[in-house]
């Protein structure tokens, strides 16, 4: 066997029903865990409640993500129609969503590093541009607070809809914990509220003060993407919206839970109507605690652990050191570079031996979809060797076939993920045992649990939500108990934006 051959194995094994199905009961038996006894993982938001559909209003909307800033306008028609077809869910989310304004922007790692005050006004000049032109075409009046809905993709702790305490956070970020984030947004709009002094008048201060904002409502990405989709489509009685999933810069996935299966702690930041229903859980489910189950089936390799231990954070979210877009890349780099072991580093592409040089973007853009005959050109360009010929259509090959295997292994881990996710909660149950049947019934009505998605990793990485979902619909058949139901992948299209304005309409009623 070669060495790439061990390296594609090693990367593989998990990759069966057995390990997966193993994997997902662990991953259940974890969350239940965590849940109860964590203070880290499966937070509580204010959300208790699913949007109805009959939401209205005009809001200002924005998403800080880990790669980027997006900020627009979401009105709210209010308008409900049932879906019973899949080619009427485009029109009916028309019809009860309208969008204006948007604009997006990346985070510079400047800003990230820099003090947060620097972020922080940086984003107040992006949200008074928009503001700034939705005035000048009559959008909105200029007499009226403007209502503003935050969806922030970071661990927060909170216990209304309005405010938020920040949590310790990854991507890149280096802000610190326990800073009120509504107070920090106003804090970076407010200098466009004020009227300027001589000589102060710039183009992103103009001499008219803009109106001031009231943050209506505060959530994360998950739940905004939960939310979204679960306003935007009134479901058919036997489909309903049951998760939400990111898988983009990392990962996350939020759920609704019944409170008695909580931390006390948890169950005390709830209000009092809260504790009978079910309180929508932001899981974190990448934080450190939570890849047992990965540790316990020795999924993680010797690549996996190098790039913890050299990480930002070692330790911090080892199940996204695995799965999310923020490292697939490096995790590619760090195999394709053992596979050189007889190859003399001389000519080894120095770029290439830098840490986090082979970013996940190029393997989704570039090598996952680029002619063979021409990728090699393209390699050299990008890394280029010493040695002229370095970039062999057999190397060439090689890394291919590494960052498919990456990829797979991420899909799959995080559909099982999802199934552990949904067997904690009693959406599903798992078993190994068939099911035993006499004749074959002449219907079965589907009970259709949607997963609603959003993120750049699993909307454009190619073949990614494919394998996602065909590893779903197989770990479900194998499953046993699970007759009749059915996990679908459903696009939150621009779910954090979205889920901001919706949450901002049910926090505004």
Known sequence: MTVLEHALDELASCLTIDTLLDLARRFSETYQDLAKNSTEHFLTTPVTALPTGREQGHFLAIDVGGSNLRVG???LTGQTTTINDESQANDCIANRIRRSHDKSWPIGDHLKMDQPEDLF???????????????????????????????F???????????????????????ASKMNLAEMLLAGYSPHCAIPSKGSVTASHPEEPLPRIEIAAITNDTVATFLSLAYAVKAAPNSRVAMGLIVGTGTNATIPMKPTNLHPEKQ???????????????????????????????????WDRSLDENSDAPGFQPFEYMTSGRYLGEIVRLVFL?????????????????????????????????????????????YPSDEAGFWTPARTSSLCDIARAVQQRSSALIAAACIGL??????????????????????????????????????QYPCWLSDCQQWLDDLITASGTNQGKRLVLKE???????????????GSQ
């Open 73 to 75: 306008f979401v009105e």
């Open 121 to 151: 006004l940086w984003i107040g000049d992006c949200m008074a541009e928009v503001i700034s032109e939705a005035i000048n075409s009559r959008t909105i009046p200029t007499d009226r607070h403007v209502q503003l809905g935050v969806t």
């Open 153 to 175: 993709s970071f661990p927060m702790a909170q216990t209304t809809l309005s405010e938020a305490t920040l949590l310790p956070m990854g991507k890149g970020f280096a802000i």
């Open 268 to 302: 005390s930041q709830l209000r009092g109507e809260s504790h009978s229903g079910s309180v929508v859980i932001n899981t974190e489910w990448t934080i450190r605690g939570t890849d047992a189950p990965l540790e316990a089936l020795h999924i993680k390799t010797k």
């Open 338 to 382: 053992d596979t050189l072991y007889d190859t003399d580093i001389a000519s080894v592409p120095r770029t290439l031996q830098q840490k986090n040089a082979l970013p996940t973007w190029f393997l989704s853009e570039v090598v996952a979809r680029l002619d063979k005959g021409l990728l090699p050109t393209r390699l050299q360009e990008k």
């Open 422 to 459: 949904l067997e904690c909660v009693g959406d599903i149950v798992l078993s190994t045992e068939a099911v035993q049947q006499l004749g074959t019934p002449d219907r079965v009505d589907v009970d259709e649990l949607v997963i609603a998605y959003t993120g750049g990793t699993i909307s």
């Open 492 to 506: 939150a299209l621009d779910g954090g934006i979205i889920g901001a304005g919706v949450l901002a309409g049910m």
